[in-house]
């Protein structure tokens, strides 16, 4: 439809798939929900792969290969924007807010491309695209499994006493459960949270436990100082996500967009996790982490730039993909997964077989 249809209806261009370019915001790229037809690629996770809990990288599979054939035949018959891959996210979105029926898909369609508080709605006209089932079967969608905050949001320093230290691992405690969650997010009850009438469903239809002004706390601009907005340790646990009342209506403003989310990944995108999964949060031995640190920037940045490249031709796959490959020998591979597979090895819960987020 994109390439030789007329999905305006009026003649007018549409640009088929497009996205962002931006280290700090990964889920803005297109290759991932492509490439996922083919092999597992989080790149927000090092573009790491278990298999019999050995780390791999992804990005030297002959599966990443494939794909990346598949990335250029879609470049070179103009089904993907040529702005994709250097553009920020920003540009996109304002595109779609002043023509949105220019654009055909994005990768991300949450709040980083689409303006969910649009008054006029615009954003109901966008619905999920289920993931793609590539040649060999493959059919994977990015998952970040956990809930928790992300790492170093709560640290106790050397100079605590003991006292100290006890009182604020107990707080650290109360801030992971129900109830600590909810008051660190939105902050005390009844400003921008309460709690939910007898009468109202969460976003997965069932009872709700409690209500929030998304409008007022999400606002764009809005300055406040009653909640940290998930800076801080918190703990969103499944049911807690599910326990905030919404519209059961997932195409109104006046509060179902959560709703509306839920459902388009329940009825497309579940079951499409991968099986095995390395840990996102894990513990790297103090002396390991400088140069992890380091050969994480250089190895991702050193990913997607001849991804883009590939992708666009640049680079040709029959000649250069062993260059690609032996560049990333060159970098410190070896060391990298070492060091990763060394934490890895420390874990005692096995990899893979998370809880399902919708309770199947």
């Known amino acids: 439809v994109m390439k030789t249809g007329n999905p305006n209806k009026d003649g007018q261009p549409v640009i088929p798939l497009t996205g962002a370019f931006e280290t700090a915001k990964p889920q803005t790229d297109i290759t991932t929900f492509l490439m996922n037809a083919f092999i597992y690629d989080d790149p927000s996770n090092h573009y790491f792969m278990l298999k019999d809990n050995k780390v791999q990288l992804a990005a030297i599979q002959p599966e990443w290969k494939q794909g990346l054939q598949y990335m250029n035949k879609l470049y070179s018959e103009g089904l993907i924007d040529q702005a994709a891959f250097t553009q920020t996210s920003d540009v996109v979105k304002r595109e779609i807010a002043q023509n949105p029926s220019t654009i055909g898909v994005v990768p991300y369609a949450n709040n980083t491309f689409l303006n969910i508080t649009d008054k006029d709605m615009r954003w109901v006209n966008w619905v999920a695209v289920p993931p793609l089932t590539g040649p060999g079967g493959a059919s994977f969608a990015q998952w970040q499994p956990g809930g928790v905050s992300a790492a170093a949001s709560f640290a106790i320093t050397s100079k605590a006493s003991k006292d100290a230290q006890i009182k604020a691992v107990k707080l650290a405690d109360y801030l992971y459960t129900y109830e600590g969650t909810l008051l660190g997010v939105y902050g005390q009850q009844d400003k921008f949270w309460k709690a939910a009438a007898p009468t109202d469903l969460g ?19 809005n300055v406040q100082n009653s909640g940290w907005d998930q800076m801080g340790p918190v703990y969103q646990s499944t049911e807690f996500r599910q326990s905030e009342a919404q519209n059961q209506d997932p195409n109104t403003v006046a509060g179902g967009i959560q709703r509306r989310l839920y459902l388009e990944t329940l009825n497309k995108y579940k079951g499409h996790g991968p099986q095995n999964q390395y840990p996102r949060q894990i513990y790297l031995d103090a002396a390991n982490v400088d140069k992890a640190n380091q050969l994480t920037q250089q190895i991702n940045d050193y990913i997607k730039q001849n991804t883009a490249a590939f992708a666009a031709g640049q680079k040709s796959l029959d000649k250069d993909w062993d260059s690609y490959v032996q ?5 410190g591979l070896a060391d990298y997964l070492k060091i990763y597979q060394d934490a890895f090895n420390q874990v005692k819960t096995p990899a893979g077989n998370f809880a399902d987020p919708f309770g199947a």
């Open 327 to 331: 560049g990333l020998n060159n970098l």
């Open 203 to 221: 976003v997965n239809g069932q009872p709700a436990k409690y209500w929030v002004d998304d409008t007022s706390f999400f606002a764009a601009g």
